[in-house]
């Protein structure tokens, strides 16, 4: 899960912008999303390409921890 570094929690992020990727017209296994925290500001950029490579940038950061509230 993504989670703000700031607040370390994802529970103010929000997607601003979604983009998926389309080949010959299908969609193919590549996203870029763009969060932000509503409750500190801090934005970041989440990417996956097609051979499940993550990238991520800002103020995010991808954890595989279980969320401290659920
Ligand atoms: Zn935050």
Redesign the pocket.
């Known amino acids: 899960m993504i989670e703000?570094?700031?607040?370390e929690?994802a529970q103010?992020?929000q997607i601003v912008r979604s983009r998926v990727y389309f080949e010959d017209g299908e969609v193919i296994n590549e996203l870029s999303e763009r969060y932000e925290?509503?409750?500190?500001?801090?934005t970041g950029t989440y990417a996956r390409t097609d051979d499940n490579d993550v990238e991520v940038s800002g103020?995010i950061t991808v954890t595989t921890e279980r969320p401290k509230y659920a």
């Open positions: 703000c570094t700031n607040c929690t103010f992020l925290c509503t409750l500190c500001n801090a103020d």
